[in-house]
Nanobody, 125 residues
Framework: QVQPVESGGGSVQSGGSLRLSCVVS????????LGWFRQSPGKEREGLAA???????TYANSVKGRFTISRDNAKNALYLQMTSLNPEDTAMYYC???????????????????WGQGTQVTVSS
């Protein structure tokens, strides 16, 4: 059973940084495509960053240069380092996993079948 579990959310002031973590249970983690998404009340879930099994990364324009995605296959872990946070980054952040996927749509929700419960990030001005 593939199950992502996020951690690391919290409250931070504008301009601050946070590091989110996600541990994904399941066999063959090194072959997973992994992504970070976020969702604010009343808005659609937005793809932020993804990393495939080869280590190739993809970023949404809204976070490019501020957020960094990485993975540690030895720990079944995924990370999102977030810097220069602003109030518009306030949202629930989700980790997603999909075994053996390396397609074009890595920032789209429909590319992933396995989702965590989310971790809240709140940025105050």
């Amino acid at each position: 059973q593939v199950q992502p579990v996020e951690s690391g959310g919290g409250s931070v002031q504008s301009g601050g940084s946070l590091r989110l973590s996600c541990v994904v249970s399941g066999y063959g983690y090194s072959n997973y495509c992994l992504g970070w998404f976020r969702q604010s009340p009343g808005k659609e879930r937005e793809g932020l960053a993804a990393i495939d099994s080869s280590g190739r990364t993809t970023y949404a324009n809204s976070v490019k240069g501020r957020f960094t995605i990485s993975r540690d296959n030895a720990k079944n872990a995924l990370y999102l380092q977030m810097t220069s946070l602003n109030p518009e980054d306030t949202a629930m952040y989700y980790c997603a996993a999909e075994p053996n996927y390396s397609g074009y749509w890595v920032l789209r929700t429909y590319a992933y079948n396995y989702w965590g419960q989310g971790t809240q990030v709140t940025v105050s001005s």
